[in-house]
């Protein structure tokens, strides 16, 4: 029987992190709520692939626009664009950033990986993060900072937002031979014989 409970998610640690000698932090943080590294590398992007992974349909550019100026709004900034060259705006720094040094590439599997790995990478902004999480322990930066020199904010990890945006992102960055398979002793306490179906289902990228 299959279960949609069980997922993949693209987990990357920004050139900031690196830098910053963070990945050990990071990883253990995932690896101690019990979810599972099924492939990881480090990878320099270029300027094609960066531009792959941030690329979105308009709808999708309307939408972190809106986002986006909400967020700022809420802090009493005024911007003065549509949503979607705010999007574009932000597509343009964070392909600049993500291609700035070497990145720690992850796919993580578990119950519900997608929601777990999103709340302990914490919000995008560290300054709207929940203490605890990743952004707001480890980073100090903000839009008001970053905003001034042109720049990405300083978030220090990439994490998928839903399994469609997983399953592209995942394939864009690794080879089917480059993720393996193999059982987790909380796998065996937690999950019942219908994950052996779902597991496969993964395995094969279906």
Same mark, same amino acid.
């Given at each position: 029987?299959?279960t ?16 910053? !000698? &963070?990945?050990g932090?990071? =990883?253990?943080r995932? $690896?101690? *709520? @019990?979810? %599972? +590294?099924?492939?990881m590398?480090?990878?320099?992007a270029?300027?094609?692939?960066a531009e ?5 349909p308009k709808?999708?550019?309307? !939408? &972190?626009?809106e986002?986006? =100026?909400?967020?700022y $709004?809420e *802090? @009493?900034? %005024? +911007?003065d ?10 597509q ?6 993500i ?5 720690? !590439? ?9 929601a777990h ?6 919000h ?45 992102e ?8 480059e ?28």
């Amino acid at each position: 029987m299959k279960t949609p409970l069980h997922e993949r998610s693209l987990v990357l640690v920004k050139p900031d992190g690196v830098q910053r !000698a &963070l990945v050990g932090d990071i =990883i253990s943080r995932f $690896e101690k *709520k @019990g979810l %599972k +590294i099924v492939g990881m590398k480090m990878v320099w992007a270029d300027a094609k692939l960066a531009e792959e992974h941030y690329d979105m349909p308009k709808e999708d550019k309307q !939408a &972190l626009g809106e986002r986006t =100026i909400a967020a700022y $709004e809420e *802090k @009493g900034k %005024k +911007i003065d664009k549509t949503p979607v060259e705010v999007a574009e705006d932000v597509q343009r720094r964070l392909i600049k950033y993500i291609t700035t040094g070497p990145v720690v !590439a992850m796919v993580i599997e578990g119950a519900h990986s997608i929601a777990h790995i999103r709340k302990i990478r914490g919000h995008t902004n560290p300054l709207a993060a929940d203490v605890g999480t990743i952004t707001a322990d480890l980073t100090i930066d903000s839009y008001f900072i970053s905003d001034p020199d042109e720049r990405a904010i300083r978030n220090l990890v990439h994490a998928s937002g839903s399994p469609e945006e997983a399953k592209r992102e995942i394939d864009l960055w690794f080879k089917k031979d480059e993720l393996h398979d193999y059982d987790l002793a909380i796998e065996k306490v937690l999950y019942s014989k219908d994950w052996e179906a779902t597991r496969k289902d993964l395995v094969e990228g279906k």
